[in-house]
């Protein structure tokens, strides 16, 4: 981090998919590649990867303009029957860093490819990190949400 409080990330991969924009609704339908930078990476970083069943891919939404950003509270998918809202009460694409997280379903590992289901990034995103789902990092005890974060999400996978 710098002194003015910047940090710099550099991506590690590009994901590959037949999805070109933000299409809200039906991730699960569509089988996406994440290719890792040859540059930077051998297939040595993905050993035993194929041994998780599910991965989480932290990822940049670089196609989202600076007047997109929100810094307060919006309606999700702008609907107004759902609540006025905080930008860190929800998933949405529009955030100030514009960083998003899915965890997904590894599908298998071919060199530094990874094929996934479920990832919700669209085609040439850059991705920033992967790391394997573990059943020890996930949520301990209940986990509770609004009722209008599960409505939103009935037909997102």
């Known amino acids: 981090m710098n002194a003015n409080g910047r940090v710099i990330l550099q991506s590690i991969g590009w994901v590959r998919s037949t999805r070109n924009e933000a299409i809200d609704d039906d991730w699960d339908k569509i089988e996406t ?3 890792l930078d040859p540059k930077q990476f051998t297939p ?6 194929d041994q998780f069943s599910h991965i ?7 196609r989202v303009p600076d007047d997109e950003i929100v810094t307060g509270g919006r309606h999700p998918r702008g609907r107004k029957d759902w609540p006025l809202v905080g930008i860190f009460a929800q998933r949405a694409k529009g955030r100030p860093n514009r960083i998003g997280s899915t965890a997904c379903r ?4 071919d060199g530094l490819t990874l094929r996934v289901q479920g990832l919700d990034a669209i085609e040439g995103t850059p991705v920033l ?4 789902v573990m ?3 996930l949520p301990r005890g209940e986990i509770r949400e609004p009722a209008w974060a599960t409505e939103l999400l009935e037909d997102y996978w």
Not at 56 to 62: C, G, P
Not at 129 to 132: A, E, R, Y
Request: proline share 4%.
């Open 33 to 35: 590649r994440i290719e």
């Open 44 to 49: 040595a970083a993905v050993a035993s990867l």
């Open 56 to 62: 989480e891919v932290i990822f940049h939404f670089d």
């Open 106 to 109: 590894l599908l298998g590992v």
């Open 129 to 132: 990190d992967i790391k394997p």
């Open 135 to 137: 059943k020890g990092f």
